[in-house]
């Protein structure tokens, strides 16, 4: 059980455009989906939770207008890199959190977005 | 604000023997402390949970001990295999509607046969 799914698992991209990324909670209904950037040996990076029909709540330093989340139901939550540039080159990861599992959060495997 | 740091960033070990993770925090004691394993270009993986009032946790081979006093958790895989080498990373959290956690950088282990 608590398994989620990413995708696409990498995409590249031209400097400019944008890309939406998937992420889906496949056996149990995320109340609570969380989205992280991590760079080449560092640390997950929270930049934004979303609650299923609500707001996302961004993380200070984290452009709201850049990375734009929809939660629009309890297994499915987006994010979308608006007009990406080579520095938003990264491994961005989703997790979810679940009515059932209120103490731990369950990670998708992962987005490579390279953007030329 | 809060720190966490896994003190080694690399750490060899022969197959069989016992790996031992560290895991330090700053300031106040989180609601609980979770373990995870994260392989190259993969997202992490739970591994355990340990609250504030419990010492230690075990499942299989793996047991993790939490220690408020010392602001410390260690992080135990017993007779360790080639299969183990991974990132293990350590993160906190202190519970409450939002429950985020805040990850150290991890420890990669590496068990040689």
């Known amino acids: 059980g608590a398994v989620v799914s990413q995708h696409p698992s990498w995409v590249i991209c031209k400097s400019g455009t944008s890309v939406k990324i998937e992420c889906r909670s496949l056996d149990f209904q995320a109340t609570t989906m969380f989205w992280y950037r991590q760079f080449p040996k560092q640390s997950l990076m929270l930049m934004a939770t979303s609650n299923e029909g609500s707001k996302a709540t961004y993380e200070q330093g984290v452009e709201k207008d850049k990375f734009l989340i929809n939660h629009a139901s309890l297994t499915l939550s987006t994010l979308t890199v608006t007009s990406a540039h080579p520095e938003d080159s990264s491994f961005y990861i989703c997790?979810?959190?679940?009515?059932?599992?209120?103490?731990?959060?369950?990670f998708g495997p992962g987005t490579r977005l390279t953007v030329l | 604000s809060q720190k966490i740091e896994q003190n080694s960033e690399a750490l060899n070990i022969q197959e069989g023997k016992t790996a031992t993770l560290t895991c330090n925090y700053t300031?106040?004691?989180?609601?609980?402390l979770q373990w995870y394993r994260q392989d190259p270009g993969r997202g992490p993986v739970f591994l355990l949970l340990i609250r504030e009032n419990e010492k230690e946790k075990r499942k299989e081979r793996l047991k993790v001990t939490f220690d408020t006093t010392l602001k410390q958790s260690l992080f135990h895989i017993t007779a360790s295999q080639p299969a183990d080498s991974a990132t293990y990373l350590c993160a906190l959290s202190y519970g409450g509607s939002q429950g985020n956690l805040i990850f150290g950088k991890g420890t990669k282990l590496s068990v040689k046969p």
């Open positions: 997790s979810a959190r679940g009515r059932d599992y209120t103490d731990t959060q369950y």
């Open positions: 300031n106040y004691s989180p609601a609980y």
